[in-house]
């Protein structure tokens, strides 16, 4: 079996926050489940490292803008407009501080298995990482596209969105 992603990808919109979320919340999941395919599907040792590789950079470098999209221009711009959004982002930013141990296992699986893919127990601890983000993501992510992304358009001016869709260009520029 092939561990590949599609090449399907997301238009971004020139000034929606929410889209731009939305594509990254897509991303969270495709390279999630690419980890997960990468410990427990049958395939090559040459597409297993390269799916590793993968994860290990969506993971390493875009997960962390995701977040910061998030915790310094999502928050910050929605405290304090609705209770029911507040207890929202006071969970979100415990699953972002649970996340932190939950990815660091998922990265150094996927090194060990990215040095070692013939390795049955190093492909058995990606798999077990893989499937704790998996069950992690699913919740957080919902939870977000549920209640925060459509505060996003309900309490904020198109002023703040477009400030939050600046900071989001900007980071990925950096």
Same mark, same amino acid.
């Given at each position: 079996m092939v561990i590949s992603i599609g090449a399907n990808r997301a238009r971004r919109s020139e000034g929606d926050p929410v889209e731009m979320l939305e594509h990254?919340?897509?991303?969270?999941r495709t390279f999630?489940?690419?980890?997960?395919a990468a410990g427990t599907k049958d395939a090559p040792d040459d597409e297993r490292r390269d799916a590793c590789a993968r994860v290990e950079r969506y993971f390493s470098i875009a997960l962390p803008l995701h977040v910061r999209d998030e915790e310094d221009s999502v928050l910050t711009r929605l405290a304090g407009k609705d209770s029911e959004v507040d207890r929202a982002l006071a969970t979100m930013e415990d699953q972002h501080d649970r996340h932190?141990?939950?990815l660091a296992e998922l990265l150094a699986a996927t090194r060990e298995v990215g040095e070692r893919p013939g390795d049955q127990a190093a492909r058995d601890r990606l798999a077990a990482a893989a499937k704790v983000i998996v069950d992690e993501f699913t919740v957080h992510?919902?939870?977000?596209?549920?209640?925060l992304f459509p505060a996003i358009g309900r309490l904020l001016s198109p @002023?703040?969105? &477009?400030?939050?869709? #600046? @900071?989001?260009? &900007?980071?990925?520029? #950096?």
């Open positions: 990254c919340h897509a991303r969270i999630s489940n690419l980890a997960l932190e141990a939950q992510l919902e939870m977000e596209e549920r209640i @002023e703040a969105k &477009a400030e939050i869709v #600046a @900071e989001q260009r &900007a980071r990925r520029q #950096a």
